[in-house]
Structure formats: structure tokens, C-alpha cells
């Protein structure tokens, strides 16, 4: 079955503890993003990547790294979480071949305490 | 820099009922228009997509048009049953050089009352 998974989809942490939140599609997909969603904001793009060993900053990339080291495989990374950093996560992947549709995950909720 | 709006925020309707949800955006320069569900507490689920050079997209009792002149786009529910309560996203991809960004809208939630 196609998808996109995280894991883990619960996560419950203290500040300054290092996470790191995966994503894996087998679609082959060369695109991949990360986005977090927060009421009242809607989905904000944080990091994204174009293909193995390409990324770029989204819109909110403060506090958060990525690395991009096999095509099916995407992994969020918080060196040192904050409280402003608990948000609903989703991982994003598409292929420009077809439409570029978005295939989303289905979320990782991160509390930051 | 992309804005998507969607109105209403909210909209409740009786089971049976066609309804409309608008979705508007600010630059015409976009690649296409995907329209999503999400259940609460869920993932996002692709429903239509429209790319830059089509007017319109139909899936079983969904249809998806796109004005992109006037920065607009609709999503079509006819029949509306109580399993179609959801938010409902669209977000847009811009068609420039290096746009690999999805702009959404802040969603239209939707109850279907039985």
C-alpha cells in the first residue's frame, strides 16, 4: 500500500531533550516536506526537500533541522525543544511527474513540557 | 506572498443538502489547487486535484472547479451525508522557479446533521 508513516504518532517531552520524529514513503517520491499545524494558523511548511541531500527553509525552519540521506526517508529533528514547539506534525511527500499531489502522514502530536 | 482564504470558517447542514465551499487565493501564478479532508486529530486526505491549466475536477459526489483569473476555487459536495463532517483544506502550489511550497487555507469545517 502506498503511504507516507511517522513515527512516533504521540510523543510527550521535556525542554531541551533532544527528538527526532521519522517519516518514510515508498512511493518514490523525490519530494518531501514538513509542516506543522496549530489553531488558528493552519498548516505552516517548515522544512522541505527536493531530492537526496536537498533541503530548504520553509516558512517557520527556526528550531528544527532535517537531513535528506535516502530518497524514501525524511526525519525531523529538534535539538532542543521548547514549549512553542508542541504542535500537530505532518511529513508531506509528491512527485512531480504526476501532478505533484501531495500524499500527507498521518501526524505526529508533539507536547513540548 | 501566497494568501489562501477560505469562507465560511464553519458550516453546518442537513443531511441531503448540496452545499459550496469557497476557497480564494491572492497570486493567479500557481502550479495547481489540491483540495484536502481532515478528520479530527487525523491526517490529511487528498480529495481533487487541479492543476494550473484545468477548470474542473469531479470525483463520485465532489467537483472541484478552478477560476484562476479571479483567484478562486470551489469544492462541490452534492448529496451531503453525515460522514462528509470533516474540515475541509485547500492549499495552493506556486508555479514559480524553486516553488516547492504548498500554501493552505485555514480550512472549512463542515458538520452534516442527520
Known amino acids: 500500500e502506498a503511504q507516507v508513516t511517522q513515527n512516533p504518532r504521540y510523543l510527550i517531552t521535556v525542554t531541551g531533550k533532544k527528538l527526532t520524529v521519522t517519516c518514510s514513503q515508498n512511493?518514490?517520491?523525490?519530494?518531501m516536506s514538513w509542516y506543522r499545524q496549530d489553531p488558528g494558523l493552519g498548516l505552516r511548511q517548515i522544512y522541505y526537500s527536493m531530492n537526496v541531500e536537498v533541503t530548504d527553509k520553509g516558512d517557520v525552519p527556526e528550531g528544527y533541522k532535517v537531513s535528506r540521506k535516502e530518497k524514501r526517508n525524511f526525519p525531523l529533528i529538534l535539538e532542543s525543544p521548547s514549549p512553542n514547539q508542541t504542535s500537530l506534525y505532518f511529513c508531506a511527500s509528491s512527485f512531480p511527474g504526476r501532478g505533484n499531489e501531495q500524499f500527507f502522514g498521518p501526524g505526529t502530536r508533539l507536547t513540548v513540557l | 506572498k501566497q494568501e489562501v482564504t477560505q469562507i465560511p470558517a464553519a458550516l453546518s447542514v442537513p443531511e441531503g443538502e448540496n452545499l459550496v465551499l469557497n476557497c480564494s487565493f491572492t497570486?493567479?501564478?500557481?502550479?495547481?489547487l489540491q483540495w484536502f479532508r481532515q478528520d479530527p486529530g487525523k491526517g490529511l486526505t487528498s480529495l481533487l486535484l487541479i492543476q494550473s491549466s484545468q477548470r474542473e475536477q469531479t470525483s463520485g459526489r465532489l467537483n472541484a472547479s478552478l477560476d484562476k483569473s479571479s483567484g478562486r476555487s470551489t469544492l462541490y459536495i452534492a448529496a451531503s451525508q453525515p460522514g462528509d463532517s470533516a474540515t475541509y483544506l485547500c492549499a495552493v502550489k506556486g508555479s514559480g522557479a524553486g516553488s516547492y511550497q504548498l500554501t493552505f487555507g485555514k480550512g472549512t469545517k463542515l458538520s452534516v446533521i442527520p
Open positions: 512511493m518514490n517520491h523525490e519530494y
Open positions: 497570486d493567479s501564478a500557481i502550479y495547481n
